[in-house]
């Protein structure tokens, strides 16, 4: 069963599509689909040509890079973006970094600064975006990121990012609160092992991919096209009573301990 969605004369910002396999562009593709005015904010002069190619058949679409860290990229980003649009709908945070060093080694070993740039990119930057966002919103709207189920359970590995992510949830939450007088409501999808480039900085993710496709609910991992509808509801009209909210899009990973049968299950 397909349901159409209509978004002609909505706009959207879409923070952090790297490649086609970042689930921001698994994202924009919906909003696109849909009818959507998309403008794009890439991190670095390496990743343009790449969302130079993914954008080019689309038309009416823009990209901008922006360090989400600095002030004056952002404050230039949503110049562009009232310029562009005037005012906006739609804004999707799919940003998250941590050095590899952090990942590598033990969590007790975490350094500050490896602390202070993991919770900056991958939580801060979204309380960032949302106040330069909250001026374009006039008439509300809806903002979204992008989590992860170690922000409630120790994933090996994850470390310092499972912190970021479990930041990045809370920040929904009093995000939404703020914004809540606006009717501008803000939410975010907690997806399941995605084959991304973020997934490759985790050690050992070819077996926590694995491994999730075994124990979830379905006997499978949740695909970017099932992140990117859930996006579209959440992003749409469909879902003016939610707010504050982490919403999973896991195959029902999250509910089992191991799924009977599995290998898991006989240990």
Known sequence: MSITLDLSGKTALVMGV????????????????????VGFSYQGERLRGELEKLTAPHPGTWIQQA????????????????TEFGTLDVLVHSIAFAPRTAMEGRFLHTTADDWNTALNVSAYTL????RHAEPLMPDGGS?????????????????????????????????AADLGDREIRV????????????ARSIPGFGGLYD??????AFG????????GKLA???LSDLSTGVTGQTIYVDAGLSIMTVKEGSPESKD
Not at 24 to 31: E, F, K, S, T, V
Not at 127 to 130: E, K, P
Not at 152 to 159: A, G, I
């Open 18 to 37: 790297a490649n086609s396999r970042s689930l921001g562009w698994a994202i924009a593709q919906q909003l696109l689909a849909a009818g959507c005015r």
């Open 232 to 234: 579209l509801f959440l």
């Open 67 to 82: 360090d989400a860290t600095s002030e004056d990229d952002m404050t230039a980003l949503f110049e562009r973006v009232s």
């Open 187 to 198: 939410n975010t999808i907690s997806a399941g092992p995605m084959r991304t480039i973020a």
């Open 127 to 130: 309380v960032s975006a949302a």
């Open 143 to 175: 903002i979204i990121s992008l989590t992860y189920h170690a922000s409630r359970q120790v994933v090996p590995k994850y470390n310092v990012m499972g912190v970021a992510k479990a930041a990045l949830e809370a920040a929904t939450r009093y995000l």
């Open 211 to 216: 491994k999730g496709a075994r124990n979830a």
């Open 220 to 227: 499978r991992n949740a695909t970017p096209e099932e992140v």
